[in-house]
């Protein structure tokens, strides 16, 4: 790993810790509704354009749209999802977007135009799955290089083809991104090649796309992010069903996951197979677990990883892994991992988790000082943190909670003090936001408007 690279990497990680202590103090005082809305940056200001209200001294710019012609010919795909900021240079942040088509969506979503006139633009040697047909599979992602200074585009292309359905990923701290399929699909009358796994897109400023090569020891499930430990020695990754679990993989040589290692899924000591949704016990009428509980954790080996039979999680449960319901985004902290679980809690829209690995994690001597697991917020009703999704965390410790619940879905921000207030509501339509990520300065929030296939750069007087 380039110390460099890491050393960026941790430096958006290490004021998160404050954010956690924020997430622990919110939890306990019960701060999950619309009293909550008007704190932080003040109440939100209708936005005349009609795309994203927000708070008063913000502005934002519309800095991609579906369709447009991208400097490789191609057009912007659309379902615009998981995304990163990386450093491009001075005054410069190169943008690796997911897109998340899958392999029946119009024509018209993809890169290649509507009657897949442009497709002669790309070398189908560079498809993962060139499709079974005269077909592609039209997902994938794009990277875009993104001006701060003058607000402009200078550079966007087609980065990963012929991959379906990638919703989230995350970064890497060797400037790399990893695209996640969330789709099981197996290779058909549409389809050359199974689907299911996680790939690998550099973030570079040079105009091509990256080699298709499936990360298979990361395993083939419905996958949805993943976040890399500080350290890089070990990656997590969640799972986007109702009955997903939590898994880790353990490379034989971090920073090259291709080469293989072991995955894993988390497991609560003494107690196999629980049930973390936290769905009312039948037996007890209670839920599992309480905000601020602390459950120290083991890993569990899986085998067959590559799961021909899409059964992982439940083979996974049966071998005593914990249960979550709808894991989805992950972001790496300075000592911790944060991820979302959309349809968890009693009410069931929503939690955040924090994991707090091993300081042996991944190696021997793991279970004398076992990695804990804490459910940090737990949504009691609708209004504010509604369906918890993608998220991220700024800089200077603050987390966004992206939303992708009923229509009327936003931006959350938790403050490192515990304050929970809306930062953003989407006026254009009732879309998820996606994607969110601040660039390595921290002086612009990025986020996607997933079903009009917009991104969005957002600056304003931060609170660093």
């Not at 990497?9 to 103090?25: E, N, S, V, W």
């Not at 029946?104 to 633009?121: K, M, S, T, V």
């Given at each position: 790993?380039?110390?460099?690279?890491?050393r960026?990497?941790?430096?958006?990680?290490?004021a998160?810790?404050?954010g956690?202590?924020g997430?622990?103090?919110?939890?306990?005082?019960?701060r999950?509704?619309?009293s909550?809305?008007?704190?932080?940056?003040?109440?939100?200001?209708?936005?005349?354009?009609?795309?994203?209200?927000?708070?008063?001294?913000?502005?934002?710019?519309?800095?991609?749209?579906?369709?447009?012609?991208?400097?490789?010919?191609?057009?912007?795909?659309?379902?615009?999802?998981?995304?990163?900021?990386?450093?491009?240079?001075?005054?410069r942040?190169?943008?690796?977007?997911?897109?998340?088509?899958?392999?029946?969506?119009?024509?018209?979503?993809?890169?290649f135009?509507?009657?897949?006139?442009?497709?002669?633009?790309?070398?189908?040697?560079?498809?993962?799955?060139?499709?079974?047909?005269?077909?592609?599979?039209l997902?994938?992602?794009?990277?875009?290089?993104?001006?701060?200074?003058?607000?402009?585009?200078?550079?966007?292309?087609?980065?990963l083809?012929?991959?379906?359905?990638?919703?989230?990923?995350?970064?890497?701290?060797?400037?790399?991104?990893?695209?996640?399929?969330?789709?099981?699909?197996?290779?058909?009358?549409?389809?050359?090649?199974?689907?299911?796994?996680?790939?690998?897109?550099?973030?570079?400023?040079?105009?091509?796309?990256?080699?298709?090569?499936?990360?298979?020891?990361?395993?083939?499930?419905h996958?949805?992010?993943?976040?890399?430990?500080?350290?890089?020695?070990c990656?997590?990754?969640?799972?986007?069903?109702?009955?997903?679990?939590?898994?880790?993989?353990?490379?034989?040589?971090?920073?090259?996951?291709?080469?293989?290692?072991?995955?894993?899924?988390?497991?609560?000591?003494?107690?196999?197979?629980?049930?973390?949704?936290?769905?009312?016990?039948?037996?007890?009428?209670?839920?599992?677990?309480?905000?601020?509980?602390?459950?120290?954790v083991?890993?569990?080996?899986?085998?067959?990883?590559?799961?021909?039979?899409?059964?992982?999680?439940?083979?996974?449960?049966?071998?005593?892994?914990?249960?979550?319901?709808?894991?989805?985004?992950?972001?790496?902290?300075?000592?911790?991992?944060?991820?979302?679980?959309?349809?968890?809690?009693v009410?069931?829209?929503g939690?955040?988790?924090?994991?707090?690995?091993?300081?042996?994690?991944?190696l021997?001597?793991?279970?004398?000082?076992?990695?804990?697991?804490?459910?940090?917020?737990?949504a009691?009703?609708?209004?504010?943190?509604?369906?918890?999704?993608?998220?991220?965390?700024?800089?200077?410790?603050?987390?966004?909670?992206?939303?992708?619940?009923?229509?009327?879905?936003?931006?959350?921000?938790?403050?490192?003090?515990?304050?929970?207030?809306?930062?953003?509501?989407?006026?254009?339509?009732?879309?998820?936001?996606?994607?969110?990520?601040?660039?390595?300065?921290?002086?612009?929030?990025?986020?996607?408007?997933?079903?009009?296939?917009?991104?969005?750069?957002?600056?304003?007087?931060?609170?660093?």
């Amino acid at each position: 790993m380039n110390p460099v690279d890491r050393r960026s990497f941790l430096l958006l990680a290490a004021a998160t810790t404050g954010g956690f202590m924020g997430l622990h103090r919110a939890a306990g005082s019960d701060r999950l509704g619309f009293s909550a809305a008007k704190e932080g940056y003040g109440t939100l200001i209708p936005d005349p354009a009609g795309i994203l209200d927000l708070p008063e001294g913000f502005t934002h710019r519309i800095i991609s749209r579906w369709g447009e012609e991208m400097d490789d010919g191609l057009l912007v795909p659309h379902e615009h999802d998981g995304m990163a900021a990386f450093d491009g240079g001075p005054g410069r942040t190169i943008l690796v977007r997911n897109h998340e088509i899958g392999v029946d969506a119009d024509l018209g979503y993809g890169a290649f135009g509507p009657n897949l006139e442009r497709l002669g633009l790309v070398d189908r040697s560079k498809f993962f799955d060139p499709g079974s047909g005269d077909r592609p599979v039209l997902g994938g992602t794009t990277t875009i290089v993104y001006n701060q200074k003058s607000g402009a585009v200078e550079r966007h292309f087609l980065s990963l083809a012929g991959t379906g359905r990638n919703c989230a990923g995350g970064p890497t701290p060797w400037k790399s991104w990893i695209t996640c399929e969330e789709w099981t699909q197996l290779a058909d009358e549409s389809c050359a090649m199974d689907h299911g796994w996680c790939f690998e897109v550099p973030a570079t400023d040079q105009i091509g796309l990256a080699e298709p090569r499936p990360l298979r020891g990361l395993g083939r499930f419905h996958h949805e992010a993943i976040a890399v430990a500080p350290d890089g020695r070990c990656v997590y990754l969640t799972e986007d069903r109702n009955d997903g679990l939590l898994y880790r993989f353990v490379p034989d040589h971090p920073g090259r996951l291709a080469e293989g290692g072991r995955l894993q899924a988390l497991a609560v000591q003494g107690r196999p197979s629980i049930d973390l949704r936290n769905w009312i016990d039948p037996a007890t009428e209670t839920p599992v677990v309480r905000p601020a509980a602390r459950l120290p954790v083991a890993w569990i080996d899986l085998d067959e990883t590559d799961s021909p039979k899409d059964d992982l999680r439940f083979r996974g449960f049966e071998a005593g892994a914990a249960r979550f319901a709808r894991g989805e985004g992950m972001w790496t902290g300075r000592d911790e991992i944060l991820f979302a679980c959309t349809t968890g809690g009693v009410a069931r829209i929503g939690q955040i988790w924090k994991y707090r690995p091993s300081p042996s994690e991944g190696l021997d001597g793991e279970d004398d000082a076992p990695g804990t697991l804490e459910l940090s917020i737990e949504a009691t009703e609708g209004g504010i943190i509604e369906n918890a999704d993608n998220l991220t965390i700024a800089p200077w410790g603050d987390l966004f909670v992206c939303e992708d619940g009923p229509p009327g879905n936003g931006l959350v921000r938790i403050s490192p003090d515990g304050t929970i207030s809306r930062f953003a509501m989407n006026r254009v339509s009732g879309s998820e936001l996606a994607g969110a990520c601040f660039s390595p300065d921290g002086r612009t929030l990025f986020v996607n408007i997933q079903h009009q296939g917009l991104t969005v750069a957002i600056d304003g007087p931060w609170k660093v």
